[in-house]
């Protein structure tokens, strides 16, 4: 079962010829989720041979251009491709009064519906659930409504040893219960601890992504221990007091908020395109954390379970 | 003198990884004018190292997304740059409807001036002129109104034979008039025929960019024996009814139109992202008219005087 996160633009509001605006895709056991979608995105999935019409969920962090002027000409695409599924979009409640007129006006006969899910900017919610996987938005600190997204796989049924299975002549009917962490009675009444007839479930893995933000511990609780987080970086630390000013963070502060969190791995991106060369933002943000990746375009990060 | 263009965007509707949307800068004397703004064309600006700050004048030629989804960017883009020159937009009346509340929403406090200057999409009409040069709008035959630009350079000064002058002992304010075409009388009564003055004037150039548009011989007057063509060849000629039925072109079509029009060089572009191997495209209007060359992205045509 694939988890996986894959870089499609790791820049700030300035592309450059190099990076593009921010988007990247969460891939869920081949189920395609969109976080962001700045100018570029769809010739961006092309180019990273990811299938458009496995996508049916998009979040929109928040409402700067650099996270949603793609996501027109991708609507536009989809309608020119025949999509007939419905496409979701997950973002603060003012999208669908600036997409609307947009989508009136250059889509037209759209074959398919688009369904808003307004989030909620101020506390910690499920905004998307199915069988195997929630997606939480969690606000951020930004100069308007921002929130994150915490993707987490749902606790999975322990495993069976099916030794023990035969050895106590279990029926089928008890499975279910024992996988989800019940122990087993007998008919003659003996009970049997679920230790001993399981072993731990599979780790189920999770995924957060923080842009933008300044620098705010308040997200560490919902972020804690997740295997990997993305975190935005958009200046080194000599330019603090612009990331201030602007809501943004540093290298450092990313650095800092996955130590404290302690997160397996962090990614960080966001850069400002003043920078030419990224290795000063690994360089700093190793200090603190050392488990650090670059965002980089077409880089796919692996969740292992 | 420059005269030149430069591909930023070669494809139709859908974009490839490979083909970006409509758009093209002319390069006039280092004046650079940018012909349509599909999604993606600030990257593919920055990627082709051409001078944002020396775009003041945009031509928009339908509002089909793929010829002007890159506009909110690119104005966005300008805004985080602190410009304060005013930006000329040539379009269509509605553009300005469509974008003034995208404008409004994601870039507060615009710091310069967008100036639209609606085409008339009906008859030919010069839409810009200053100095050197005028652009005419010229109606194409598509789905919606259209316009394809003609840049033409305005009639030379002929070039004095500087001994004639000498011989003649022509006083300097005469000169104006003689590079003008004006023949010389002298104080006795003298006439002298300006050909005996002066040499030809250097060749004014030319440059017609038609897309989109079906195959339509009434643009042929307006682009007579221009020095470069642009003409769409969105499909190749076995599917003239699909081009037709959606108001494109074939490359039988544009090489047709670029024959006629005796036209000295053809550039064939807005290709359907259906085809892979464009080299097609040169064969099929190669037979009618040699002179054909493909759009390619970054590609430079440059006109000689």
Partial sequence: ??????????????????????????????????????????????????QFSKINHIFIS???????FGLIG????????????????????????????????????????????PTNNVSNSVIYEDK????????????????????????????????????????????????????FISDSGEIVANYRLTTPATHSRSYAYCSDTEYSEA?????KEVDLLYHEATFLSDLVDIAKKTGHSTAEDAACIAFKASVKKLIIGHFSSRYKDLSQFTDEAKKIFPQTELAREGKIFDIMS
């Avoid at 891939?27 to 769809?42: A, H, K, M």
């Avoid at 991708?74 to 419905?86: M, V």
């Fill in 132 to 183: 195997h996987l929630t997606v939480t938005a969690i606000p951020l600190l930004h100069r308007i409504p921002t929130c994150g997204f915490l993707f987490r796989e749902k606790e999975k049924p322990r495993h069976l040893r099916k030794e023990m299975i035969d050895f106590y002549n279990i029926p089928i009917r008890e499975l279910q219960n024992i996988k989800a962490g019940a122990d």
């Fill in 219 to 223: 997200i560490i609780p919902a972020i």
């Fill in 74 to 117: 991708l609507i536009s695409t989809y309608n020119l491709l025949g999509r007939k599924s419905d496409l979701h979009l997950y973002a603060h409640s003012e999208l669908e009064k600036v997409l609307t007129p947009q989508i009136e006006y250059f889509c037209t006969n759209l074959d398919y519906k688009i369904i808003y899910h």
């Fill in 1 to 50: 079962m694939s988890f996986s996160v894959t870089i499609l633009g790791c820049n700030s509001a300035l592309p450059t010829s190099a990076r593009h605006p921010a988007a990247q895709v969460v891939n869920v056991s081949e189920r395609y989720f969109l976080i962001d979608c700045g100018e570029g995105t769809q010739m961006q999935l092309r180019k990273n041979r990811i």
């Fill in 62 to 68: 928040h409402l700067h251009g650099d996270h949603c």
